[in-house]
């Protein structure tokens, strides 16, 4: 698409893309949090519920347009699985890192979390994590395997919106009539995450491929990559405003959305049987992730020890994959 531009052209696009990229996640997050404090949900739900959505249309739309081909089929499940292991190993590990470094009074955070606040995001865990353990045992997944999945997803997100009020009073200074704004203001913002990762993706490609990096590589680190930046760029931008429960909603809300509700259409649309087996590599690396980041948050505060351990996860899982392919 961006071809006719020329190398110099699309260092261009990326420069500019990334500085709106900035604005754009800034307008999310800011908005965001204003909706948290006028409904009483909370940051850690709105970031489940919410900004989790917004941030995993990317992982949708390649699971949309995979379907429709039985060939690309496995490009969506290695999609889901393999961005969950970025949300949780590079994004988290990156964001616990600037948590710690930048709020280093941080202790007890987790442990003053509310109770379904932990909750919620205990569940979430739980199902990243056995979903994808249950299908490597059963070997194929089926459309009844997808209608279950949809389910516990809409199941979950009843649940969750339902129970308001009791993790943060809604505020006597943002008046509810002024929800429609938030909203309107959060979606154009994570419209502009989502574009502007499809633009970075599509110049980065065009600038590697011009300088003869070859195409496979290109497809398993770049696009891999460009579907969780929406994540990475609000994730590390709630960090760093100090809202680091909006974050672990977003990620630990992404990695149960991807899991169910994505996998779930994948598999129920599908006019095949996927083999889940193929993915076992992908399964024991979201696996581990989901097990580590259960461990940490019953830790009694952030540190740079966490975020490390998470990022060397990560450089294992990629060199494992590119050395097996």
């Not at 889940?276 to 690396?285: R, T």
Request: net charge neutral; with cysteine; hydrophobic share 55%.
């Amino acid at each position: 698409m961006l071809e006719p531009l020329g190398i110099a052209g699309n260092v261009a696009v990326l420069i500019v893309t990334l500085l709106i990229l900035m604005k754009a996640s800034n307008l999310a997050i800011t908005n965001s949090v204003n909706l948290a404090s006028v409904t009483g949900l909370g940051k850690t739900k709105i970031g489940f519920l919410f900004v989790a959505f917004s941030t995993s249309l990317p992982e949708l739309f390649v699971a949309i347009f995979a379907i429709w081909n039985p060939d690309t089929i496995g490009i969506s499940v290695g999609n889901v699985l393999g961005s969950n292991i970025a949300n949780i190993c590079l994004i988290l590990g990156i964001g616990f890192i600037i948590m710690a470094v930048k709020y280093p009074r941080s202790t007890g955070f987790f442990t003053k979390m509310a109770s379904d606040e932990v909750g919620s995001l205990n569940f979430g865990l739980l199902v990243s994590s056995l979903v994808p353990l249950v299908l490597l045992f059963m070997g194929y997944a089926s459309q009844i395997v997808g209608v279950f999945l949809v389910a516990i997803f809409f199941y979950n997100t009843y649940e969750l919106a339902r129970k308001k009020g009791s993790v943060e009073e809604i505020s006597d200074e943002a008046e509810k009539s002024k929800v429609g704004k938030y909203v309107a203001k959060s979606v154009l913002g994570f419209i502009g995450v989502v574009a502007c990762a499809y633009v970075i993706v599509e110049s980065a490609s065009f600038i590697a491929l011009s300088a003869g990096v070859p195409s496979i590589i290109i497809g398993g680190t770049i696009v891999a990559f460009g579907t969780s930046v929406p994540e990475l760029v609000t994730s590390i931008d709630s960090v760093r405003k100090g809202f680091l429960e909006l974050a672990l909603g977003n990620i630990i809300g992404s990695c149960f959305l991807n899991t169910t509700l994505i996998l779930g259409l994948t598999f129920l649309i599908s006019p095949v049987s996927v083999n889940i087996s193929a993915f076992s590599a992908l399964v024991f690396f979201s696996l581990l992730s989901t097990i580590i980041l259960s461990y940490i948050l019953q830790n009694a505060k952030v540190r740079k020890r966490e975020g490390i351990i998470l990022l060397i996860i990560y450089i294992i899982f990629l060199v494992t994959s590119f050395g097996s392919g």
